[in-house]
C-alpha cells in the first residue's frame, strides 16, 4: 500500500536531483535542524521537563529528537517513514504517522515540526494523534502557510499557491525541480477543519512565539511585530492566521 506521507527521494525519476534533494543533504539544511530543535526546546521546555512519553514524528536523520534527549536526558521515540535518512536507529521506528505503530493513550508530547505539508490524507492523522495521546496529552505543530511568499523547500516566490501542472511547470523553468505533488501547505483554515475533523482542538500559539522570541526577528518583522501589538487580539490573530509565513500550534482533545 502506498503510503499516505511522501517525501523526495535521494535521486530523482530522470536520476538528477532537484534544489531540495541537495539541499536534504547539506550543511546548511543540517544548520537549520539544530536551530528548529533549540526553538522546539525553547517553545515546549515545561512540556519537556514533565511529560515522560514523548514522540518526535517525522524525525528524519534524527537530530532534533537527539538534541532534546541530550538537554533532557530522556529518550524521545522517532518516527520516520523513510528508513535510507534515519541516521540513529536507536529507539525510532520505521512507520507512517498516519498509522503510527502506537499504543492507544501511550504518548504525552507528540512533536511534529515542518511535516504537516507532506502528509497526505491529513484527516486520518489527526485521528491517529487523538487515538495515540493520552488524557491531558497534546502535540505541538509548526506549519507553513500556503500562502507565505518564500517557499522554504525550493526557495521559490510563491510556488507554495500553485498546485498540479502549474507548481510542477513553474519548478522545471527555473530548473529547481520536476515535480510538486508531494508538497500540499494548507491555509488555516485548512489545519483546523482538517484537525477538528479528526476530534482535536487547535490552540494557535503562534502570536505568543513570536513574543517569545522577537529579539531575534530582523528590522522588519520587529516593526511588523509592534504594529501587530497594538491592534485588538481578534485583528491581530485574523492577520496571523493570514499572513504568518509559518504557524505555531497546540492540538489536544
Request: with cysteine; proline share 4%; charged share 25%.
Amino acid at each position: 500500500m502506498d503510503s499516505v506521507v511522501r517525501r523526495p527521494g535521494l535521486i530523482s525519476e530522470a536520476g538528477s536531483r532537484s534544489f531540495y534533494e541537495q539541499f536534504l543533504e547539506s550543511e546548511d539544511y543540517r544548520a537549520s535542524r539544530y536551530e528548529k530543535a533549540v526553538l522546539v526546546a525553547e517553545i515546549l521546555d515545561d512540556e519537556l521537563r514533565s511529560r515522560k512519553r514523548i514522540v518526535d514524528l517525522g524525525s528524519g536523520s534524527g537530530l532534533v529528537k537527539r538534541y532534546l534527549e541530550k538537554k533532557y536526558q530522556k529518550p524521545v521515540l522517532g518516527i520516520e517513514i523513510d528508513r535510507q535518512v534515519i541516521q540513529d536507529p536507536e529507539f525510532t521506528l520505521v512507520g507512517d504517522v498516519c498509522v503510527l505503530p502506537l499504543k492507544n493513550k501511550s504518548i504525552d508530547l507528540a512533536i511534529c515540526n515542518h511535516l504537516y505539508e507532506h502528509i497526505q490524507g491529513r484527516k486520518r492523522f489527526a485521528g491517529e494523534l487523538r487515538r495515540v495521546l493520552s488524557p491531558g496529552g497534546i502535540a505541538y505543530l509548526t506549519v507553513g502557510n500556503k500562502f507565505q511568499f518564500r517557499e522554504p523547500h525550493y526557495r521559490l516566490p510563491l510556488l507554495s499557491w500553485f498546485s498540479g501542472p502549474v507548481a510542477n511547470f513553474y519548478l522545471r523553468i527555473t530548473g529547481r525541480g520536476k515535480d510538486y505533488s508531494d508538497i500540499n501547505f494548507p491555509t488555516f483554515s485548512q489545519l483546523r477543519r482538517e484537525s477538528e475533523q479528526g476530534g482535536l482542538k487547535v490552540r494557535d500559539i503562534t502570536f505568543e512565539v513570536l513574543f517569545g522570541h522577537h529579539e531575534r526577528m530582523s528590522r522588519g518583522q520587529r516593526i511588523a511585530f509592534k504594529l501587530l501589538k497594538t491592534l485588538s487580539a481578534t485583528m491581530r490573530t485574523l492577520l496571523i492566521q493570514c499572513l504568518s509565513p509559518q504557524w505555531f500550534v497546540i492540538l489536544s482533545e
